[in-house]
């Protein structure tokens, strides 16, 4: 069962879809795993044990797998708490593939992750990466409905940003199971 499909600023951390049970191009759930934005109900109304995400760089999709168990994935994301997880760094990167950056220190992971010192600096499920011991000023990351806390058009939703110079834009895909 699938939750999104997303790749323009309409999923940008920042958007009210992450928080509310309005659905969002409901055809664009019936098309496969192409470029068409959606947001089906199962967002708010589906249990889980298992969450896949994906992302599509061109034509490479490249999927991971997160054992999570909840009454849907709106009750993980809508509130904004921080929720752990635990991939790895290495992991992270494989939704990237080669080209990943992503700083070595730091390595918040998870739900509503984000940077201590830069609260702009936000994921709803994600990887950040900061070259310092802490993770105050971190400066890289690899996420879903990334972006700043405020509206940007310089950032992307989905896929891998080392600040100033890298910037990947994926195709996001969010399934359950």
């Known amino acids: 069962m699938l939750f999104f499909y997303f790749y323009q600023h309409t999923f940008r951390y920042n958007s009210e879809y992450w928080e509310d049970t309005n659905e969002y191009n409901l ?3 019936l ?3 192409d470029s068409q934005e959606t ?13 896949c995400l994906g992302m599509k760089i061109g034509e490479q999709k490249n999927f991971v797998a997160i054992d999570k168990q909840a009454t849907s994935l709106f009750s993980l994301i ?18 990237i593939g080669s080209q990943a950056s992503l700083q070595p220190k730091c390595n918040m ?13 936000k994921s709803r499920i994600g990887i ?25 058009n310089l950032d992307n ?21």
């Open 27 to 29: 055809p664009g759930g």
């Open 31 to 33: 098309s496969g795993f």
């Open 39 to 51: 947001k089906l109900p199962t967002y708010w109304n589906t249990s889980f044990s298992k969450i």
């Open 78 to 95: 809508a509130d904004g708490q921080y929720r752990a997880t635990s991939l790895g760094r290495h992991t992270w990167k494989t939704l």
């Open 109 to 121: 992971e998870g739900f509503n992750a984000g940077c201590a010192d830069r609260v702009h600096y």
């Open 128 to 152: 950040f990466g900061n070259n310092e011991d802490n993770c105050k000023t971190c400066e890289s990351r690899i996420g879903f409905g990334t972006g700043w806390a405020t509206s940007s």
């Open 157 to 177: 939703a989905c896929g891998n940003v080392h600040w100033p110079e890298h910037n990947i834009k994926a195709m996001g895909y969010i399934l359950v199971q």
